[in-house]
C-alpha cells in the first residue's frame, strides 16, 4: 500500500468510488451519514479532511473551526500550495458563525483561488460529498471543479451558492450577475458602472466594497 508523502499534501492511493479519510472523522457524524453510501478508508496524520480522488480532496471548517479564529487558514495555504492537490472547502455555514464567514469566503475565494461550499450541518455535508466523489467518475476537462487553472471558475450550483453570499444579492440577483460575470475573477473585477447595469445602484456598490474594501 502507497504511503502517504512526508508532507502529507501530496496524493493519496484513492480507489475508485473510495473516500479517504482523516481518522480524526472516524466517530462524527459526518462520516456516520456517509456510511452505506460510500466506502471509506481512515488514515492518519492527513492534512486535507477527506480524499475524494488521489488529486482532488476536501478541507472542512466546522462550525467550531470558523468561531474560534483563523487557525484554519495555515491548512488551507498548505494545500493551495501544493501542486498535487486541488483543494475544495467546505465550511458550516450556521446562525452562530455566519458573521465570520465573509473573512473566509474573501480568504479562501479572493486570496487563494479555491472553491468554497457553505453547508447548514454536518448531514448536508455528507450529501455534498458523495456528490463530489461522483463527480470523478466525469473526464477531468469536464469537471469545472478539477480543471487544471485556479479555481475561479467553479461548477454552476458552487459558483451560484458563492455569489448569493455577498451583501446585497441573494438568490434573485445572483443568476443575473452570473449571465454577465461567469466568473468570480470577473465579478470581483467588475466596475460600479458595469454591475449598476444589472443589479442597479445601491446593490452595485454593496458588492464593489464586498471586493475591495479591506474588513
Keep these: ?3 502517504n508523502p512526508p508532507d502529507d499534501t501530496g496524493p493519496v492511493h484513492v480507489p475508485f468510488g ?3 479519510a482523516n481518522e480524526k472523522w ?3 457524524q459526518l462520516v456516520q451519514e456517509m456510511q452505506g453510501r460510500i466506502k471509506l478508508i481512515f488514515e492518519d496524520g492527513l492534512t486535507p479532511d477527506f480524499y475524494l480522488s488521489n488529486r482532488c480532496c476536501i478541507l472542512y471548517v466546522t462550525e ?3 468561531v474560534a479564529g483563523n487557525g484554519y487558514r495555515k491548512r488551507l495555504v498548505r494545500v493551495r500550495n501544493s501542486n498535487n492537490l486541488k483543494g475544495i472547502v467546505v465550511v458550516e455555514k450556521t446562525r452562530m458563525s455566519e458573521q465570520y464567514f465573509p473573512a473566509l469566503q474573501k480568504f479562501t475565494v479572493l486570496d487563494l483561488g479555491m472553491v468554497l461550499l457553505p453547508v447548514a450541518s454536518q448531514m448536508e455535508a455528507s450529501c455534498l460529498i458523495i456528490q463530489l466523489v461522483q463527480e470523478q467518475t466525469k473526464e477531468p476537462s469536464k469537471n469545472p ?10 461548477s454552476e450550483p458552487s459558483l451560484l451558492r458563492t455569489v448569493q453570499q455577498i451583501p446585497g444579492v441573494g438568490k ?4 443575473l450577475l452570473l449571465q454577465k460575470f461567469p466568473s468570480i475573477q470577473q465579478l470581483s473585477n467588475a466596475s460600479i458602472g458595469e454591475l449598476e447595469q444589472v443589479v442597479g445602484q445601491a446593490v452595485a456598490q ?10
Design 64 to 66: 467550531a473551526d470558523l
Design 172 to 175: 434573485v440577483k445572483a443568476p
Design 145 to 154: 471543479l478539477l480543471g487544471k487553472k485556479r479555481a475561479l471558475l467553479l
Design 26 to 28: 472516524r466517530r462524527s
Design 1 to 3: 500500500m502507497e504511503k
Design 206 to 215: 454593496q458588492i464593489h466594497a464586498f471586493f475591495t474594501q479591506p474588513r
Design 18 to 20: 473510495h473516500i479517504v
